[in-house]
């Protein structure tokens, strides 16, 4: 027979690859819907020999799925799902039943005086005091029991978040661009995992201290765009609250900001494509690239500490 614990794992998993697929159902569904819903043309031409004439109907607006907004509903999935979170969850849980039991516990001591002074009901001693004495020894080991589970969940430690960080809303200016910087990431870390790696019998095409140098320099950069990305997205709401007078001069400072938001992508880029030289040179496939690596992490240092300073 079963423990008769519920297991949701196979149902999580198996709704995490639909999540996962949701931007090829929603194309697949548009595919299919602009097929059967053709756009009308309005030219007025007669049907066919043998074909009935269509009544005239108003032009259907055929609604347009937006892949962003699917993208953000599997995002807020996983990451409610990170167990990061599913911990916290636990811990407040836990909380609000350790702060019941001990508010029934105290509750419960208090009955069991009243109830042995006679206050309570006629009997005195430890005869009145049955029912609150009962009701303390019960709290009390469920409110135990709640505490040192409350201190083991503190005591968890967590790997590493694998998730990138949440994206900015689809209406953002900085949305592309961090969309943008994601993808960069995964190619870089990528690139920079096979370089630390070079096939069997193939030199190592950059040393191991530059490659640490360019993921060291990636990360700083990266985290300093998307401070510059939370700064964009503060003037947006800034922007959108204010007056009609104010309105241009925050406008004027979005496109600023994205500016050098895209100038700090292009240099990002750069060391990715750097990166992808070097893999490559590890292979035998071009002239060995360690001084274009390191001339690129430089620039993306240099320019990663000129956006720190504007801001």
Avoid: C
């Amino acid at each position: 027979m079963g423990s008769g614990k519920r297991d949701f794992s196979e149902f999580n998993a198996k709704l995490e690859k639909h999540l996962e697929r949701l931007p090829d159902y929603a194309q697949r569904a548009q595919r299919k819907l602009n097929r059967y819903l053709p756009p009308q043309d309005g030219s007025g031409q007669r049907p066919a020999d043998g074909q009935s004439p269509r009544p005239n109907r108003p032009p259907l607006s055929i609604p347009q799925v937006d892949l962003s907004m699917v993208s953000d509903v599997r995002d807020k999935w996983a990451r409610w799902n990170e167990p990061a979170a599913k911990l916290e969850r636990r811990k407040r849980r836990t909380s609000r039943a350790f702060t019941l039991w001990i508010v029934l516990s105290i509750l419960s001591v208090l009955y069991a005086v009243a109830g042995y002074t006679g206050l309570m009901s006629g009997n005195e001693g430890f005869e009145g005091a049955f029912g609150g004495i009962t009701a303390t020894v019960i709290f009390g080991t469920l409110m135990v029991r709640s505490g040192l589970k409350l201190r083991r969940l503190h005591r968890v430690e967590l790997p590493a978040s694998t998730l990138p960080p949440p994206l900015p809303p689809t209406a953002s200016a900085a949305r592309r661009p961090m969309e943008r910087l994601a993808e960069s990431e995964a190619s870089l870390s990528e690139l920079l995992g096979q370089l630390t790696m070079p096939a069997a019998g193939a030199p190592a095409a950059v040393p191991e201290v530059s490659v640490e140098d360019a993921r060291a320099t990636a990360n700083d950069a990266a985290a300093t765009l998307r401070a510059l990305a939370d700064r964009i997205q503060a003037v947006e709401r800034a922007r959108d609250t204010a007056s009609a007078a104010d309105r241009a001069a925050l406008e004027s400072a979005v496109r600023s900001l994205r500016e050098q938001l895209d100038d700090g992508l292009d240099g990002y880029g750069a060391l990715v494509a750097a990166a992808g030289r070097a893999v490559a040179a590890s292979s035998g496939g071009v002239q060995p690239a360690k001084d274009s690596l390191t001339d690129a992490t430089d620039r993306l240092a240099g320019l990663a500490l000129a956006l720190r300073e504007l801001s």
